[in-house]
Each structure stands twice: as C-alpha cells, then as structure tokens.
C-alpha cells in the first residue's frame, strides 16, 4: 500500500523526467521519505512512463532487475522489479554509445526473450512462457541511474524505471526448443579482458521463470504482455562500470555473441 498522494508520486515523476533530460541526477527519494516502498515506487513509476508516452515513447516490452539472490539481498527484497523498454533505446549488435546520453552507465550481459504470443497471468508459469516465446537473444543492457551516486533503496530504483538506460540485441533468435535457457553459459570480456561469467539460471533460476513472474505481476495492473514483447530477464553477473572507449562482448553459448562500444572521450562533442 502506498504511503503518498497521488500528487506527491506525480511530484517525484517530475523531478525524475527532468533528471532523465537535463541528465543531472536527483538525491534519492528514500533520503526525503526513508518509509517509501515498492508501491510507492511504481506509484510514481506509472506518472514518469506516462510522461514519456506523452512525449512520444513507445514501449516494446520490460526489463527485469533484482534477478539476482545477491542484489535482493543488497537492497533488502525478496523479488525482482521491472520497468519499461522504449523503442528510441534499442541498439544493435556493435552499436557505439554515448557516455553523454547517459549519467553514470553500467553494463550488464542478458538474456532476452523475444515472444511470439501474448502472454497474461495471473498463473502464468515458466512452461506457459516458454510456450508463448519465439525465441532468445544475446543481450547487453545498459544501466543508468537518476539518483546520485547510485545510492539507492528499492523505492528509488522502481519510481527510476528500474534504473533503465538503454539495450543492445544481438539480433539472432534462437528457437526456445533448441536450448535450455537455464543452462546458456555466457562469458562477458571489456576490451578482450575477461570482466565476468555467468548463465541462464542466474536470472530467477531459470530465465523463463523472470518472464512467467513478469507476467503473474502485471497481471493485478490489467497489463498482459503483448505478442512482440522483448522481455529482458536480468543481468547474469554484477554490473560493471563504463569508460569512454571500452568495447564490451558477451560470448553466449548458442545465441553467439554481441558487442557494444562505448565512443571515445571526445567523440560527438563538435555536434
């Protein structure tokens, strides 16, 4: 149950939406209100991603956060959280990024599921969602926050759209029937370094799992996920910072790989 007015969650979607253009982070919600929770969180999540529809935004699905038992247990939950994809941050494999498009970026390597089927709860399994799936990506998400420093409680990273930033997809779908998605290994490298390795089964388990939660969630909302959806299900390893020139790949076994270059300090800055 949410704690604040309806103008107070609109107030918060205010200062958040002007963060997201000026790129100038906020201090934390939780540091003005520390008894604000989830509810509070999507209260004012549902203002922002209207304010952006208005803008012209276009959702094409939902990413997934807190996926993780060690980033629960960071933030003190017990389940995931899930914000908005936009249509304007979707990149392909090899893209380059902007450091200032962006306020304090993370990357993460993900698994995405594209779905072929609409898919509703409220009992939705991770059969039923791999059921209605066309296929699985290789994917690199890019995280951002609007509060400084990353200082976050779960309250500031829902009302934030689940910190979202932008995504990078590989492109190449693989049939859901030819892979368990449990089982992908996935070795994540910066510069030809390696930075992490991870698999399916670090996203709730199991990545359909994420997508079946996803859905049983949005269920209450009157919200089903459309065919088409792309459905991000959760960083398989920690986030890792950026730096101008760092070029990030993701080798996953089946899907392949992807990469995405972050611009070189200077780059664009003649626009």
Request: net charge negative; aromatic share 4%.
């Amino acid at each position: 149950m949410t704690i604040i007015t309806d103008a107070q969650a609109r107030e918060w979607a205010d200062a958040l939406y002007q963060a997201r253009i000026n790129r100038v982070p906020i201090p934390p919600l939780t540091e003005s209100n520390a008894a604000l929770d989830v509810s509070d969180g999507y209260a004012i999540q549902q203002h922002l991603v209207q304010r952006l529809l208005n803008d012209g935004e276009r959702t094409i699905g939902y990413k997934l956060g807190l996926t993780s038992a060690p980033m629960q247990t960071l933030l003190g939950v017990d389940e995931p959280d899930f914000g908005p994809l936009f249509a304007s941050t979707i990149f392909h494999s090899g893209a380059q990024i902007e450091m200032t498009d962006f306020i304090a970026p993370r990357v993460e390597a993900e698994i995405a599921v594209v779905l072929k089927d609409e898919l509703t709860g409220p009992h939705c399994t991770p059969g039923l969602a791999a059921q209605a799936t066309r296929g699985l990506m290789a994917a690199i998400e890019i995280v951002d926050s609007r509060i400084v420093d990353w200082k976050i409680k779960i309250a500031d990273t829902v009302a934030d759209l689940a910190s979202n930033g932008a995504i990078a997809l590989s492109g190449h779908v693989i049939d859901i029937d030819a892979v368990d998605p449990r089982l992908i290994g996935m070795v994540f490298t910066r510069n030809g370094q390696l930075v992490a390795t991870g698999a399916g089964a670090a996203a709730l388990g199991d990545p359909m799992a994420a997508v079946a939660w996803l859905a049983n969630t949005l269920a209450p909302l009157g919200v089903a996920l459309p065919a088409g959806s792309i459905i991000m299900t959760g960083a398989l390893h920690a986030m890792t910072p950026v730096t101008p020139g760092d070029t990030f790949r993701a080798d996953f076994d089946h899907l392949g790989p992807i990469t995405l270059r972050i611009a070189p300090a200077n780059d664009g800055e003649s626009d």
